[in-house]
């Protein structure tokens, strides 16, 4: 199956760059709507509340959608240097689908968080949020519809994610395509604006969707993505959540 998969996808350019323009616009678009109803339905039924961050601006979701379809389309281009670097033996990846996959993926996940925490890091520079990253924070209050909606150079810096694991390690194509899955997932959930655990403190591990709205509210802190640990230990953590 996964031999299939990577024959027709790495075949050349154009079939890495449409297959990739698909697989984004389809988990970005189903997941994006479902979590809305979902959110919809149980904020009805007053089993969720919304984080006391409320700044929602006219056109906002539509600006964050054509947004996020150019930082799809940047991904798309980005998976054409992958599928060169397949084809001219820079990455490595192994077809074969086994167990080991359970820990490939526990492994991309925290190399995700250790990757995000260095890029937003760098997008809180005073150069790159004036040129760059106030794209993004432009969404005082973030929707489910914020997760990709980047300046294309933040889009392109996040989108390098994949390519450092493949350079050391020939990981299997089920656990690569898991990674952007399980990024935009978190990502949903990081900009839902709503306060999942409220019965925690903020520091708590599953605070994490609090934590990200608080970073969109006041503009700096907690650049972390689920775990709270690199902020803690960098002592970046938010000032309203300490
Ligand atoms: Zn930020
Ligand atoms: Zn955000």
Same mark, same amino acid.
């Given at each position: 199956?996964?031999?299939? /998969?990577?024959?027709?996808?790495?075949?050349?350019? !154009?079939?890495?760059? /449409?297959?990739?323009?698909?697989?984004?616009?389809?988990?970005?678009?189903?997941?994006?709507?479902?979590?809305?109803?979902?959110?919809?339905?149980? +904020? *009805?039924?007053?089993?969720?509340?919304?984080?006391?961050?409320?700044? %929602? @601006?006219?056109?906002?979701?539509?600006?964050? &959608?054509?947004?996020?379809?150019?930082? /799809?389309?940047?991904?798309? %281009?980005?998976? &054409?240097?992958?599928?060169?670097?397949?084809?001219?033996?820079?990455?490595?990846?192994? *077809?074969?689908?086994?167990?080991?996959?359970?820990?490939?993926?526990?492994?991309?996940?925290?190399?995700? +968080?250790?990757?995000?925490?260095?890029?937003? *890091?760098?997008?809180?520079?005073?150069?790159?949020?004036?040129?760059?990253?106030?794209?993004?924070?432009?969404?005082? +209050?973030? *929707?489910?519809?914020?997760?990709?909606?980047?300046?294309? &150079? +933040?889009?392109?810096? %996040?989108?390098?994610?994949?390519?450092?694991?493949?350079?050391?390690?020939?990981?299997?194509?089920?656990?690569?395509?898991?990674?952007?899955?399980?990024?935009?997932?978190?990502?949903?959930?990081?900009?839902?604006? @709503?306060?999942?655990?409220?019965? !925690?403190?903020?520091?708590?591990?599953?605070?994490?969707?609090?934590?990200?709205?608080?970073?969109?509210?006041?503009?700096?802190?907690?650049?972390?993505?689920?775990?709270?640990?690199?902020?803690?230990?960098?002592?970046?953590?938010?000032?309203?959540?300490?």
């Amino acid at each position: 199956m996964m031999k299939i /998969i990577s024959e027709v996808v790495f075949a050349n350019w !154009y079939h890495a760059f /449409i297959a990739m323009f698909l697989f984004f616009n389809f988990i970005y678009w189903v997941f994006s709507f479902l979590a809305k109803v979902i959110f919809n339905y149980f +904020e *009805t039924k007053n089993k969720v509340a919304k984080v006391d961050n409320h700044f %929602l @601006y006219p056109g906002q979701q539509k600006k964050e &959608i054509l947004q996020s379809i150019r930082s /799809i389309f940047i991904f798309s %281009l980005q998976a &054409i240097v992958l599928q060169q670097g397949i084809v001219r033996g820079w990455f490595h990846i192994q *077809t074969d689908m086994n167990w080991w996959v359970v820990l490939q993926i526990s492994v991309l996940f925290l190399w995700n +968080e250790i990757h995000f925490y260095l890029c937003h *890091t760098l997008l809180h520079t005073k150069f790159m949020m004036r040129n760059f990253h106030h794209v993004h924070h432009h969404s005082k +209050e973030p *929707t489910v519809f914020s997760t990709f909606s980047f300046h294309w &150079i +933040e889009a392109f810096l %996040l989108g390098t994610v994949v390519f450092f694991p493949l350079m050391l390690y020939p990981f299997q194509l089920l656990a690569i395509l898991s990674l952007p899955i399980m990024s935009l997932l978190i990502n949903l959930l990081g900009h839902c604006n @709503y306060d999942l655990f409220s019965q !925690y403190h903020s520091s708590h591990i599953l605070k994490f969707s609090y934590r990200h709205s608080m970073h969109h509210k006041g503009g700096k802190g907690n650049l972390g993505f689920l775990l709270p640990w690199l902020d803690q230990f960098f002592k970046t953590t938010a000032k309203q959540d300490k």
